[in-house]
């Protein structure tokens, strides 16, 4: 079963950058999609960005140009690099995983994940 850890999470000011890290061990799949999600406090989880196998990036809207997901896959790392940070970005971050795929699915969606991490929480002052 896919495992997967974060780290990297922390306190950052508003405008500032942060990079948060998700090891991932045991990706066997051949279609897999891999993404990060945050949910604040009263808040749904919602997706932030993810990467599918062929390297293809989904970003959401409010961090578009902003942030930057990407997967080191000789050392089974995926990255999530935070610039420009806002105060509503703080929540817990998680990354988790997705294989098997079909022809349609959707990464930036909760439910197409199995497999996710415990997270990593990010605060954000002002």
């Known amino acids: 079963q896919v495992q997967l850890v974060e780290s990297g999470g922390g306190s950052v000011q508003s405008g500032g950058s942060l990079r948060l890290s998700c090891k991932v061990s045991r990706l066997s799949w051949n279609r897999y999609c891999i993404g990060w999600f945050r949910q604040a406090p009263g808040n749904e989880r919602e997706g932030v960005a993810a990467?599918?196998?062929?390297?293809?990036?989904h970003y959401a809207d409010a961090v578009n140009g902003r942030f930057t997901i990407f997967q080191d896959k000789a050392n089974n790392t995926l990255s999530l690099q935070m610039n420009r940070q806002k105060p509503d970005a703080a929540a817990m971050y998680c990354c988790?995983?997705?294989?098997?795929?079909?022809?349609?699915?959707?990464?930036?969606?909760?439910?197409?994940?199995?497999?996710w991490g415990q997270g990593t929480q990010v605060t954000v002052s002002t």
């Open positions: 990467i599918d196998m062929d390297g293809i990036t």
């Open positions: 988790a995983a997705s294989g098997g795929l079909g022809a349609y699915y959707s990464p930036m969606s909760p439910a197409e994940y199995r497999n």
